[in-house]
């Protein structure tokens, strides 16, 4: 067997947790899922790590956990920046034992490391990053993947997530380390006793709150009635006391989905972008008829909304329809308001609608694009911020159902994304409109910008190889034309010239105004294709994007 020592290693150190050396024992005799686990270490990026729990270094557990800690402790400890860590961790399996052992490694390296003393979320992380003065943070979640998943982002200073730069020394200094000798531990109660290990206080997350509030646009909302599930992750606590503050009483928690849990027992893939993760709260609003059903990822950094559809039903918005109602409403009201700054700024990504170009010139904002990616986003309010213009930045927001307002974090925050959602709903229905109205009159204003997305899955190692050969084939031999449009544009994101950092993404421009963007995801093994088509009613649309996904299912069939 091909990697029989590297197996027998780990069966002999892997003991702390039961639960891989269990699995150990249980693929010893099988080839293909002993190479599964061991073929590479699991790779590591701006997002930090991510993948399935399990016994192996393509594995997420205890030791590759150690590991990371370890090489970014010695990124922190020669970078000059404050040694002190914030660590936070969603419902996920494994989530507190990663947490800790995380502070165990940092403790052991002379790093204070400062955890949150029970569940939060991704954007409570990235506030407590700068609240509390750290040079890092950690953020122990998958997001929005499947349960068998987990993941560990790092954040850097400025509270996003870290840059490709220090994602690139970090992973140098990884590589300079084993898995089982070279991580450096603390005991876990001496590191408390000594002050190196230190709960976060509540006060944190109670401020973190209160800066989403400092964004209010102010409306009443009292009247309105709301359906709210955390889908088993994180959102509950600081959402509830959200909307306690902002004076939303009519409140229903879906109670299959209220309480932690990592199995996500309703929602095998707990993703607020797909209506399985959403039915258990459509189904309740078939008895509550809410004026709005919002739903929030395990990591509550995510945010997806169903309003109603005026025939007794209702009606998932997509990520790209919330992005836009909501770069409208907020460029609108604080027009009306006169608090728009001058030369103000919006944000959004290259694989989000083309719809944000036309809404943005209406209100003359600066409509910049970026990698995909909200970091890149948050890099772009760093930006401001740094050349002392912070009041510019107006709105973010990307396709995958994230959004953000203000600078307060520097990712996306679902808890601003709730905020938002209800100021926005309680806003058009003191004028007789729904979220759904409002849409419709944008896509009766600027055009039916309609968009889909289309993923391929590519198990293991020979996956991730037919991956490269279709990114590779498709740069070999760029198509003329795509479903019977010809091609008038292509752009390829790892060429020079873009203006962005380099990215495996290609981009083709279709002679009726439509777009196919395909790249490979950074956390799954999956290849996305990103569609976009513009008509003269959603029909049309849809059926452009119909012809165009068909062409692109024929190039993963290669």
Known sequence: MQYQDVLNLWRARAVEDPDLTAELEAVAGDEAAVTDRFYRDLAFGTGGLRGVLGAGTNRMNLYTIRRATQGLADYLNASGLPRKVALAHDSRHKGELFCREAARVLAANGITAYLYPRLEPTPALSWAVRYLGCGAGICVTASHNPARYNGYKVYGADGCQITLDAAARVLAAMEQHDYFDSPRLMDYDSAVAQGRIVAIDDRCLSDFVDAVLALRPGNDVSHLKLVYTPLNGTGLEPVRMLLDRMGVTHVTVVPE????????????????????????????????????????????????????????????LSGNEMGVLLLDYICRTRQANGTMPENPVAVTTIVSTDMA???????????????????????????????????????????????????????????????????????????????????????????WYRNALHSFTFE?????????????????????????????????????????????????????????????????????????????????????????AGAAAGWMRR
């Open 257 to 316: 989905q209220e309480a932690p849990d990592g199995d996500f027992p309703t929602c095998p893939y707990p993703n607020p972008e797909i209506r399985e993760a959403m039915e258990t709260g459509l189904k309740l609003c078939d008895t509550v008829h809410p004026d709005l059903m919002i739903g929030t990822d395990p990591d509550c950094d995510r945010m997806g909304a169903a309003v109603p559809d005026g025939r007794g039903g209702y009606r998932l």
């Open 357 to 447: 170009t036309p809404i943005a010139a209406h209100y003359g904002v600066e409509l910049r694009r970026t990698l995909t990616g909200f970091k890149f986003i948050g890099e772009q309010i760093g930006l401001l911020e740094a050349e002392g213009h912070a009041e510019r930045y107006l709105f973010g927001f990307e396709e995958s159902y994230g959004y953000l307002s203000g600078g307060h974090v520097r990712d996306k925050d679902g808890v601003n994304a709730v905020m938002l959602a209800c100021e926005a709903a309680a806003w058009y229905a003191a004028r007789g409109m729904s979220l759904l109205d409002a849409v419709n009159a944008l896509y009766a204003e600027y055009g």
């Open 460 to 548: 293991g190692e020979s996956g991730m190889h037919t991956m490269q050969a279709i990114m590779a084939g498709l740069r070999d031999s760029a198509p003329r034309q795509i479903a019977g449009y010809a091609v008038t544009g292509v752009t390829d994101y790892r060429a020079d010239g873009t203006g962005l950092p380099r990215a495996d993404v290609l981009e083709y421009r279709l002679e009726n105004g439509a777009k196919l963007m395909v790249r490979p995801s950074g956390t799954e093994p999956k290849i996305k294709v990103y569609l976009s088509a513009v008509a003269d009613s959603a029909e049309a649309a849809d059926a452009i994007n119909e012809k165009l």
